[in-house]
């Protein structure tokens, strides 16, 4: 009877610690996903939502803030199926002294639509919308808010694209995980911060470039040469676990609080980096530049938004 109890000793601590990789993982996972929701949904290049309201029925609109070089990117709002429906788009370069160009929206396929003209790789229009509706004037964004400022870009090859964004996501849950590591299971901590960083080479220092270089002419533009957000991000989570891998070693010590801390510490840089909206103080086309003669690709400045 005491062998048998002995010999489920080890098939219930091995149940133990799968359960627990287990629930390690899911929340790694979790956070993962709630800090990429969070930082897509606040950076400046999501659509601009909103919902326009007649009786007790309210139509859902969704204005773009990026778009690419191929075409003026059209903006659009539903039919919300009145006749006296009317609406005109306002707009103007970025951060210019530009007098406002008005063009009214026309219904195309059950849409109302108005173009805005293309610009080159890094130019900005900032625009709003003024109409009317069962006698109702309407204005988006309202009165005291802002303009809403679209950003041209060059398209990216899927082909880069998307193992750079898959890469990102995978280097922060493995980052992730090596945090709840340090603090739940520290004997695979340098395991899952080794994986990290290098889903952040090869997703963010490598293919980062290469993604900034297609959309807007520069493999980098952040520290030393610019002040993009992005870059820096990636810069300052890279950095933070090559000195994190290098201060506690490949090999567990006897003595682990030290090394935990660190990885725990790279882990919330990691985070509260990555909280930051993306394309926060990306690239930016200087109108002012390209009305004095400078070329496009030349007249691109970081850090402003």
């Known amino acids: ?26 929340l790694a996972i979790i956070l993962m996903f709630a800090s990429v929701i969070y930082q897509r949904a606040t950076g400046p290049t999501q659509p601009f939502t909103g919902k326009l309201s007649l009786d007790e029925t309210k139509y859902k609109y969704k204005l773009l803030r990026t778009h690419e070089t191929t075409e003026g990117a059209k903006i659009e709002l539903p039919d919300i199926g009145v006749s006296d429906f009317s609406a005109s788009l306002h707009y103007k370069r970025y ?37 009317s509706m069962a006698g109702k004037a309407f204005r988006i964004p309202e009165l005291q808010e802002d303009t809403i400022v679209l950003r041209y870009k060059d398209p990216v090859p899927g082909s880069i694209l998307w193992p750079h964004v898959f890469l990102m996501f995978f280097a922060v849950l493995f ?5 709840l590591s340090a603090l739940f299971d520290p004997e695979n901590m340098r395991r899952w911060a080794v994986v990290s960083l290098v889903g952040m080479t090869i997703g963010g ?21 610019g002040g ?16 994190t891998l290098v201060l506690i070693g490949l090999k567990p010590k006897k003595n682990e609080k030290t090394s ?16 930051i909206p993306h394309s926060m103080g990306g690239s930016t086309l200087d109108y002012e530049k390209i009305d004095q003669g400078v070329d496009p690709s030349q007249a691109i400045k970081t850090g402003a938004e």
């Open 260 to 275: 935990r801390i660190i990885v725990l510490f790279a882990a919330v840089v990691m985070t509260a980096v990555y909280l």
């Open 228 to 243: 993009d957000f992005t870059d820096n991000k990636m810069l300052i989570m890279w950095l933070a676990w090559v000195i």
């Open 95 to 131: 951060q210019t002294t530009d007098s406002l160009t008005v063009v009214p929206f026309i219904l195309e396929d059950e849409r109302f639509k108005a173009q805005l003209p293309v610009q080159p790789s890094a130019g900005k229009m900032e625009y709003f919308i003024e109409g």
């Open 175 to 179: 980052g992730m995980r090596a945090g």
């Open 1 to 26: 009877m005491i062998n048998k109890e002995l010999d489920q000793i080890p098939f219930n601590k091995l149940k133990q610690n799968k359960m627990k990789q287990f629930l390690l993982w899911l």
């Open 205 to 225: 220092m490598m293919l980062g470039p290469l993604v900034q270089k297609y959309a807007f002419g520069e493999y980098w533009t952040g520290f030393p040469f």
